[in-house]
Nanobody, 116 residues
Framework: QVQLVESGGGLVQPGGSLTLSCAVSGSILRIDSMGWYRQAPGKERELVATITSGRRTNYADSVKLRSTISRDNAENTVTLQMNSLKPEDTAIYYC??????????WGKGTLVTVSS
């Protein structure tokens, strides 16, 4: 059974940085894409950043200039580095994986709170 385990959330001051990591456990034949989504209170879940097996990246406009997503294909991990954090970045961040035949997996989420 494939599971995604997120780490790195917490309380960060405005202007600060954080790194979110996601590790895949369990057997999976192929990973096409991994990434991060977030859901703020009262809002729908939205894309933050994704990265394909070929390392093609896609970012939300709101984070594009201050975020970097990276992936270790050998270790099946994905990392999101975010800088210059703003209160509006406060959300639960979810790791996402798309594998063979479009199968999609989600982590349980990690809370990021940006506040002074």
């Amino acid at each position: 059974q494939v599971q995604l385990v997120e780490s790195g959330g917490g309380l960060v001051q405005p202007g600060g940085s954080l790194t979110l990591s996601c590790a895949v456990s369990g057997s999976i034949l192929r990973i096409d894409s991994m990434g991060w989504y977030r859901q703020a209170p009262g809002k729908e879940r939205e894309l933050v950043a994704t990265i394909t097996s070929g390392r093609r990246t896609n970012y939300a406009d709101s984070v594009k200039l201050r975020s970097t997503i990276s992936r270790d294909n050998a270790e099946n991990t994905v990392t999101l580095q975010m800088n210059s954090l703003k209160p509006e970045d406060t959300a639960i961040y979810y790791c996402n994986l798309i594998g063979s035949y479009g199968l999609e997996y989600w982590g349980k989420g990690t809370l990021v709170t940006v506040s002074s």
